[in-house]
């Protein structure tokens, strides 16, 4: 297995490395996620770091057309299941133009397709794909970041529009907000639930906004600038179980963390071709241990980090084949520890299973050309 590459090139492979993932409790099992017919049990798996090293990412899902989500039935079966859909069972052409913003729960994938003017779901309960934005008052231009609510409804990000959209748990539309009138380029979005409150990177004004689930402005996070706390071109937000809110700048090329009630705690990051340090950052989201993974769309690759900013692993290349990337770009953790990227320039969303330190075996320090110990 190869070490830690000194420098990350986006025409060339990026190495895995496993670094120290210590310190997890264990987690239930997660539902599965239906395959895609080409990762199967007679697939040799796709994970990082490469064996002998015990997993702590591996590919379960890669999900772009209709034909993907047709669960492994005998021929006849899978045609006539098809055609009961609408579907073709060979219908591979990609569901996606340019996604973004992706956010899951098991049973649904939502991507935000920027460039196709609608949210596309994958709905792999019922085994069929529809789309979200298409009616007049619903009618979305632009979308970026979505963010799924209890009880499944579904808030959308319009840039071009200046509005956040929200939509019923069968896609009909419910209502549009603008937590304040000067709202520029609302992008990153995220639902935090167990403080029942909307966050909302408003790019345009380099700040983020807290809302209540109605759009009621609560308060608000940052202002132009380069100091601690202050930002230029906030695009992608994420929150922890604590309430931690999770800020990336790619012009900065740094994370924030903030407090739940908005203060300032620290930062990490740098602009580079290292890895640890970032090129061009988007999506972000912490795991059930607390470490934060980062979609870079110049590397091609997810990084993890702990909250202090060490880099404990990174997986991903550029390409075509399953687990690689082009331009990564959302990034959503669901529950179950299932992390969702979405390969914007494959037009597709590739699903991976982070494996808690626990059920890796609870690995210790290793210090070799394999590990590196922050």
Not at 115 to 134: H, K, M, P, Q, S
Request: glycine residues 12%; hydrophobic residues 40%.
């Amino acid at each position: 297995m190869h070490g830690l590459s000194p420098e990350m090139s986006r025409s060339g492979p990026l190495p895995a490395a496993l670094l120290l993932l210590a310190g997890a409790a264990g987690a239930a099992t997660p539902a599965p996620l239906p395959a895609s017919p080409s990762i199967s049990a007679t697939t040799s798996p796709i994970v990082w770091p490469s064996p002998p090293d015990p997993a702590r990412i591996r590919l379960v899902a890669v999900v772009s057309s209709p034909k993907d989500l047709l669960k492994k039935r005998p021929g006849f079966f899978r045609r006539a299941w098809a055609t009961m859909r609408g579907i073709s069972a060979e219908d591979a052409r990609p569901a996606l133009v340019r996604p973004y913003g992706v956010c899951g729960d098991g049973h649904r994938i939502y991507a935000a397709d920027s460039e196709g003017a609608g949210v596309t779901v994958y709905d792999l309960d019922r085994e069929e794909v529809r789309r979200i934005g298409g009616t007049r008052d619903g009618r979305l231009v632009g979308p970026i970041g979505v963010a799924l609510a209890p009880g499944g409804s579904l808030y959308v990000t319009d840039p071009p529009m200046n509005i956040i959209k929200v939509f019923g748990p069968n896609g009909e539309f419910a209502r549009a907000f603008k937590p304040v009138a000067d709202l520029k380029r609302p992008t990153g979005i995220v639902f935090d639930a167990p403080r029942h409150r909307v966050l909302v990177a408003d790019t345009g004004n380099s700040r983020v906004l807290v809302c209540d689930p109605d759009g009621k402005l609560l308060r608000t996070i940052g202002g132009q600038g380069t100091g601690p706390g202050k930002m230029s071109v906030p695009v992608n937000l994420a929150v922890d179980a604590e309430g931690r809110i999770y800020v990336v700048d790619p012009v900065q090329c740094r994370v924030q963390i903030f407090a739940a009630e908005g203060s300032f705690l620290s930062q990490f990051g740098e602009a580079g071709q290292m890895a640890g340090q970032f090129a061009r950052p988007r999506g972000i989201a912490v795991d059930g241990d607390g470490h934060i993974h980062v979609a870079d769309a110049l590397f091609n690759a997810v990084q993890i980090f702990d909250r202090k900013g060490h880099l404990l692993l990174f997986y991903g290349a550029g390409g075509t084949d399953h687990g690689a990337f082009d331009l990564p770009a959302g990034l959503w953790i669901d529950a179950a520890n299932r992390v969702y990227v979405a390969d914007s320039g494959n037009q597709r969303i590739q699903v991976f299973q982070y494996i808690r330190d626990a059920e890796a075996g609870g690995q210790g320090k290793k210090d070799d050309a394999n590990h590196v110990a922050p």
